[in-house]
């Protein structure tokens, strides 16, 4: 007691402040220390598919990774955000202190209409009146604050994920070669907003509590005596310990909710993204079935979270508003029921209740105030959820732009020996940059599973050598490729090859991107490189002209015409358009992977002669006999890890048809 006492008589109320949340963050140290002594493995994750667990909970790493986000958000000092930072604390002190003067006035006021006196009801009036303005440009300036601080937050945070996100092949090695994040795209759009807002209003939400009860206590102790703001210090203790036990499971009940949310829009994009695939098969009813389960896994969960928020809403509701009433008045009603109390022996019973309404005023502002700190730690538990997501995120990215991935659920492969497997270490490979040249040396083909498709592939194809890659499916032709790409580690072996910007890949299915006509040959270049290279629009013409897509800048007008260029050209006009784009860029090796299905002989021979022109080497995959006479050497595997690689002669040819 004697400890309270001497904190209640700390005259600043932002050092009150800081010493209750410097105690607030003792604690959980000493709890988490605790926790770690006992050995505890009790986890929680946002994904079930890593064995281990991140904890959702208010304990001392949740205040670690706001630390280290807040590093992120409010990356200097003196920075617009620490500005609006200020603003905020500013206004809601600002705030504050009109509370006092509005319950000091509003009392003055109420005397005097009791006292009948006209001229001070009519002084005080017209004090607040005048005063009103402020009070209302003090709450829109919050209001500001807020708001801005929200958007300036989720812009720096969405600013660093992106560019972790998309660095290299980040974003590839997180769908096809990490599997411990699903739904990567909620997390960077729905739960960034969802932190930011809550880390935001949770400032907002402590920081006015906080500086109502420095402010309050200060004046109240003159006012009433000690014993009064310690009696409610104290309930706050033992009221919000109690309140956060119960609360825990809100942390994990969060998690789940983005998951569950997560894995009902994935599968809604799914439905958008394979509709036509899906129609042939008539699979809609199958779809129905999955949506249908996954929304009632969803609406499960939200059930039980409903059901929980009301139950901690009744307990919040009677410890944080109507116990701390009750609390207040026996604390404000002590004093005044105390006759032998020398404060009051010689007052009227005008100045009695003059008194009386300031003290209980504040003092109901007090217990107002430590009831929404008890509640703000609800705000809390909820913050620690999307705080585990976004920190998990970061964590997978910054292993994958390291080269580090983890996938579970490892399919065995036949023929391969665990020990045979032990030995291949994604990334022990050494890749070696040089210029027209592409050559493997002993390289193991595996996939990111570790299953091995050729144990030792070794070739070498210089500049002006086209290659036919022909097998099986499942032979291991687009690995080959992945790994010729660098979207898949190497396991050994050494691989030279040109840059990544001197290889280019021609799909099956290319990839029309969002924009205007120029963007679709031109990508991933934009209109400013374009004109930094020196290439004309007429030269853009020519390259339409030579794959006989030249209707389509006439059909569209202008090269600056923007459509839903996916929906617009037909399966032929997108492969020709593909072609196009790979003579935009002219790298030394292209790969072009069945992408002149939809074409005919005629303009594929023309493709083929004009790649051959303009010196650009091709890795091809088609099983179009037309082709063999376009290539030089051709690599076969057979799917049971052989292949052979050699030239293509009339023998060969034969062979092929």
């Avoid at 008194?355 to 005023?361: E, L, N, V």
């Avoid at 002993?442 to 210089?462: A, C, K, Q, W, Y």
Wanted: proline share 3%; net charge positive; hydrophobic share 40%.
């Amino acid at each position: 007691m004697a400890a309270i006492s001497k904190y209640l008589t700390v005259r600043n109320s932002s050092i009150g402040a800081g010493v209750l949340l410097l105690l607030y963050l003792v604690k959980q140290r000493r709890r988490a220390s605790r926790r770690h002594r006992q050995g505890s493995t009790e986890l929680l994750q946002t994904t079930e598919k890593d064995g281990r667990k991140d904890k959702a909970a208010v304990d001392w790493a949740f205040f670690l990774r706001i630390l280290r986000l807040l590093r992120i958000i409010v990356p200097r000092v003196f920075c617009l955000e620490t500005g609006y930072l200020l603003l905020i604390a500013g206004m809601l002190l600002t705030r504050t202190y009109c509370d006092v003067w509005m319950i000091q006035n509003g009392t003055l006021i109420e005397s005097a209409i009791i006292g009948r006196s006209m001229k001070d009801f009519k002084t005080f009036l017209f004090s607040f009146i005048k005063f009103m303005p402020v009070i209302a440009l003090v709450n829109n300036f919050l209001k500001l604050g807020l708001n801005e601080l929200k958007l300036r937050f989720r812009e720096r945070l969405t600013k660093h994920l992106y560019d972790q996100y998309l660095q290299g092949y980040t974003y590839y090695k997180m769908g096809n070669l990490d599997n411990r994040i699903a739904n990567v795209d909620q997390l960077l759009t729905q739960d960034v907003e969802k932190f930011c807002d809550s880390i935001v209003d949770l400032y907002s939400n402590l920081s006015k509590p906080l500086l109502d009860i420095g402010l309050y206590i200060f004046k109240l102790t003159s006012a009433i005596g000690v014993q009064g703001p310690a009696v409610m210090m104290a309930y706050l203790l033992i009221s919000g310990y109690f309140v956060n036990r119960l609360r825990r499971p809100m942390g994990k009940m969060t998690v789940m909710e983005q998951k569950y949310e997560g894995e009902y829009r994935h599968v809604n994009s799914r439905l958008i993204t394979n509709s036509e695939e899906i129609a042939f098969y008539n699979g809609n009813l199958r779809e129905k079935l999955t949506i249908h389960s996954t929304f009632k896994k969803l609406v499960d969960h939200l059930h039980r979270l409903i059901f929980f928020r009301f139950s901690m809403g009744f307990v919040d509701s009677i410890i944080a508003k109507y116990i701390a009433t009750v609390v207040g008045y026996l604390v404000v009603s002590r004093p005044f029921l105390n006759l032998s109390d020398p404060r009051y022996l010689h007052s009227t019973q005008s100045e009695l209740l003059e008194d009386y309404y300031q003290s209980g005023r504040m003092l109901l502002r007090l217990s107002q105030a430590l009831g929404r700190i008890v509640l703000a730690g609800r705000e809390m538990t909820r913050l620690s959820g999307f705080t585990v997501r976004i920190a998990e995120l970061m964590k997978v990215l910054k292993e994958l732009n390291s080269g580090r991935y983890q996938r579970t659920m490892v399919k065995q492969s036949e023929g391969t020996s665990t020990a045979e497997r032990l030995q291949l270490r994604p990334g022990s490979g050494r890749v070696i940059n040089q210029d027209n040249i592409i050559k493997f040396e002993h390289t193991p083909l595996v996939t990111p599973n570790g299953d091995i498709l050729i144990r030792d592939l070794s070739f070498e194809v210089r500049s002006g050598t086209n290659v036919l890659v022909c097998g099986p499916n499942g032979c291991g032709k687009s690995s080959l490729f992945r790994v010729l790409g660098e979207l898949w580690p190497l396991f050994g072996g050494e691989l030279t090859k040109p840059d990544r910007g001197k290889l280019f890949y021609v799909p099956q299915r290319p990839y029309m991107t969002l924009g205007s006509l120029r963007d679709q040959v031109i990508y991933p270049d934009t209109q400013e490189d374009q004109r930094r290279k020196g290439i004309a629009d007429q030269v853009l013409n020519q390259y339409l002209d030579n794959v006989q897509l030249g209707h389509i800048l006439d059909r569209e007008g202008h090269w600056d015409t923007v459509k839903d260029w996916m929906d617009v050209l037909s399966g032929g006009e997108k492969q020709r358009m593909a072609m196009a784009r790979l003579f935009y860029h002219k790298p030394q090796f292209a790969i072009l992977d069945e992408c002149t299905s939809a074409v005919s002989v005629d303009v594929e021979d023309f493709i083929y002669s004009h790649c051959r022109t303009v010196g650009i080497t091709l890795f091809t995959v088609s099983h179009r006999r037309s082709l063999w006479k376009h290539h030089a050497y051709y690599l076969h595997m057979d799917g049971r890890g052989n292949y052979e690689f050699r030239p293509i002669t009339d023998d060969t040819v034969e062979f092929g048809s």
